[in-house]
């Protein structure tokens, strides 16, 4: 789409874009053909100079135990995330649509969280599962339910995707709630004069009408649970213990920041570069299609 | 509606305040910590109702840091400030710059447009925790850590906001543009007197979003700022908790974390309306 009528002239707009163009290429462009360049190098141990080993870094990484186990890591916590704040969203969306009056007080009550760092979420969780003085773990000790996600790898895995998905809940739930609302109720009711019941008017109906939705939310959800959820990793659990919390993007800050593995920290970006990329470009295949509805 | 049954009414309600509570829960308890002594938190199960330390407990946390004897004492009301000025920062300058170069876009036409727009649009597909290092480096080669400059700039290379406008730019009639041309005015004043008016409910939307975006930031400054007097809250919460977490003063900790939770909080709910609609239509 472009418009008919425009304004003359070539300075003034190149004016206009230039900030941003200057602001992409020093913060964005330079650094990203930066980690694509220092991932064919390999520095020695005192940083002095550094050696070409062309995809080496890459060869290693995919036979590297620890990342292909970080790489597993990702998949079950970006998966549990999603999924748990996805159907708590849904589940609480359904009932708030059923209202009449009230869904709107609802919907204030549930979405402030979005508000919240992930940092901050870690940190809540964490007080309440504290093993000296954390409310949940000391009930879980009084069922007989030994609590400690410092030394658990399980537990943990747990906490951070109990801290993860809670604050991720008000996202899910504001979309499927502004996709259920969006549902014609006349569909509804034809159905219900028919005979059909809620759940099967909500599983032959309400779900495929949502499933467009559902779909963006899950690619979403991903890029969150991928990347935004750093905060939540490092306050809690730090990566362990013994790395199980450890997902891509801690291990991209592990290595690069805290072990100054330069040339292994590059190559991790360029890899999760290139799955992000895979994820926005389905994105934008379904805005796509969903245009030419 | 459907049905309309008693039972199915209530049912409905209380699954609702299931999940109200299950939200609400974590931040009651966090708000309960904040409100009592230091031996209340450390002999369990911590009380569910709060006690009378308010006061102390966030005069501490804003101006003292905690009591002697429990690690680092940072007061944080520097880093209030510094988290605004960071916040306020990526907000105002993502939704300038993104104005400018959306007006640009959409309202003429320049050599090298599409390469202009096409190296606009990559900057969506990355997120700055994947190139950190190397965005570190620019910044620290730049002279730019421990400042406010470095702390908000690298954060506004990001194209959401270019594209909102965008779009919104091009829902709106030529008509305007043309009545405009036809009583003589200048593009810039297009901009100014027209469209950015016009434009004030997506820049309110906008608002909200980046706030929270920015006031929230965290691995970012964790390795920009070394200075405590540039740290902001929200980073700064996860040094307060030391590893042996025998010598962490709670009340204070909790203070902080509802310290780092309420302003984008009490934004999201006053301006609900704008950012609901703003959330909806800009990730959509």
Known sequence: MEKRVF?????????LVAPQLLISF??????????????????????????????????????????????????????????????????????????????????????????????????????MFNGNIGLASYYLKALGYEWNHTLKGDQAMFLVILASSWGRISYNFLFFLAGLQAIPKSIIEAAA??????WKRFGTIVIPLLSPITFFLLVVNIVYAFFDTFGVIHTITSGGPEQSTTILVYKVFSDGFVSQDLGSSAAQSVILLVLVGILTVIQFKYIERKVHY | MVEKKRSGYWLTHFGLILGVLFIFFPVWLTFVASTVTQDAIIQPP?????????????????FRGAPEGYGARVPVMQMMINSAIMAIGITVGKIVISLLSAFAFVYFRFPFRNLCFWLIFITLMLPVEVRI???????????????????????????TATFLFRQFFMTIPDEMVEAARMDGCSPM???????????????AALFVILFIFGWNQYLWPLLMTTDPDMQTIVMAIDSMIPTGDDFAHWPTIMATAMLAMVPPVIIVVSMQKFFVKGLLESDK
Do not use: C, H
């Open chain 1, 7 to 15: 304004f003359k002239g070539w300075w003034l707009p190149a004016l």
């Open chain 1, 193 to 198: 004069i028919d005979g059909a019941s809620f």
């Open chain 2, 133 to 159: 290092v190397p965005t570190y480096e620019v910044v620290a080669n730049l002279n730019l850590l421990n400042s406010y400059t470095g702390l908000i700039f690298p954060l506004i290379a990001s194209a």
């Open chain 1, 26 to 127: 020093v913060f964005f462009f330079y650094p990203s053909g930066q980690a694509i360049w220092n991932s064919l190098f390999l520095p020695d141990p005192f940083g002095l100079k550094t050696e070409f080993v062309g995809l080496d870094n890459f060869r290693f990484l995919l036979s590297d135990p620890y990342y292909l186990a970080s790489f597993k890591t990702t998949i079950i916590f970006s998966t549990a995330v999603s999924v748990s704040s996805m159907a708590l969203g849904l589940y609480l969306a359904a009932l708030a649509d059923r209202l009449i009056k009230g869904a709107g007080v609802y919907q204030t009550l549930l979405i402030w969280p979005y508000a919240i760092a992930p940092a901050i979420a870690g940190v809540l969780w964490l007080f």
């Open chain 2, 189 to 203: 004043r297009f901009f100014i007197d027209i469209l950015v008016p016009i434009s004030k409910t997506n820049i």
């Open chain 2, 46 to 62: 911590l009380p569910i109702i709060p006690g009378g330390e308010f006061f102390e407990n966030y005069a501490n946390a804003l």
